[in-house]
């Protein structure tokens, strides 16, 4: 198993330019996250869903869209990018909620 | 929303030494508490994890004490070693999905 894949690594990004985060998973599990870290921070949760086709907003939403078409896809839309959305995102899945959570390598995402 | 505050954001300790990291948070109906490593340039993954139903859980060189009626739990690692060093995240279920809520990290620094 791969366990959680994403891509691309490592993004610069113009401001008000537009890009999608992919993250995927083969673990069949039911929940999946999209965190941010900000440097020195903790991980702040984006969005989450707790199965295809049921998605909802976590505890910093705004200038973030996600779908979530099949159980193993968790795309992240970033629309109009703004310099506050620098940071490292980090998609997860678990397959229970409170049960451990297993993470994707990341995503550095620069907006200048 | 949850609150969880960890302490301290930075440790030093020489190797062998034990380590303590504490995490207190506010929602008393939380039931389920991870502990999360990080190494630098990775995603974060488990190391070991407590539910309300017990005090304490050790998995050899690590154990995690949990005081429900205070609203905190910590960390303890003994024996440190070099690949102990790393940025630690306690976290917290709540909300209507019981999603987790991270603290702020610890970065844990084990001298030689």
């Known amino acids: 198993n791969a366990g959680v894949t994403q891509t691309p690594k490592f993004r610069i990004l113009k401001i008000g330019q537009s890009m999608t985060l992919q993250c995927t998973q083969d673990?069949?599990?039911?929940?999946m996250y999209w965190y941010r870290q900000d440097p020195g921070m903790g991980l702040k949760l984006i969005y989450y869903?707790?199965?295809?086709?049921?998605?909802d907003k976590g505890e910093v939403p705004n200038g973030y869209n996600v779908s979530r078409s099949t159980t193993e896809d968790f795309p992240l839309r970033l629309e109009l990018a703004a310099p506050s959305q620098t940071s490292v995102y980090f998609c997860?899945?678990?397959?229970?909620?409170?049960?451990?959570?297993?993470f994707g390598p990341g995503t550095r995402l620069t907006v200048t | 929303g949850e609150n969880v505050e960890q302490h301290p954001s930075t440790l030093s300790v020489q190797e062998g030494d034990s380590a303590v990291i504490k995490c207190t948070y506010s929602?008393?109906?939380?039931?389920?508490f991870p502990w999360y490593k990080q190494e630098l340039g990775k995603g974060p993954q488990l190391i070991i994890d407590?539910?309300?139903?017990?005090g304490e859980k050790k998995d050899q060189r690590i154990a995690v004490t949990l005081n429900k009626t205070a609203k905190h739990f910590s960390l303890h690692i003994t024996e440190t070693q070099p690949e102990d060093s790393a940025v630690y995240f306690c976290?917290?279920?709540?909300?209507?999905?019981?999603?987790?809520?991270f603290g702020s990290g610890t970065q844990l620094t084990v001298l030689p």
């Open positions: 976290a917290v279920n709540s909300g209507s999905a019981r999603q987790l809520t």
């Open positions: 997860a899945s678990s397959f229970e909620a409170s049960d451990e959570q297993y």
């Open positions: 407590i539910r309300s139903n017990v």
């Open positions: 929602d008393s109906a939380s039931n389920y």
């Open positions: 673990m069949n599990h039911n929940y």
């Open positions: 869903s707790v199965g295809a086709g049921i998605t």
